[in-house]
């Protein structure tokens, strides 16, 4: 497995913890780091950035033999 593709594992797990934490805040209406319900969101996308482009990052990157 070469760098580029651990990279991109990664970038996808903090995505998905990413997507999982701004939807919990803003069921639970805000946390800590966020006031409202509405900048609640911001960790969400971040998240959805992340794990998307972790998921390219993977598929993209051709095996080295």
Do not use: E
Not at 3 to 20: C, H, P, Q, Y
Not at 25 to 47: C, H, L, Q, R, S
């Amino acid at each position: 497995m070469n760098m580029k593709r651990t990279f991109g594992a990664i970038l996808t797990i903090l995505g998905i913890v990413g997507i999982i934490w701004g939807a919990y805040a803003f069921v639970m209406g805000g946390d800590g780091a966020a006031i409202g319900k509405y900048t609640a969101v911001v960790p969400f996308i971040v998240g959805l950035i992340f794990f998307f482009a972790g998921i390219n990052l993977v598929k993209t990157t051709k095996d080295q033999t």
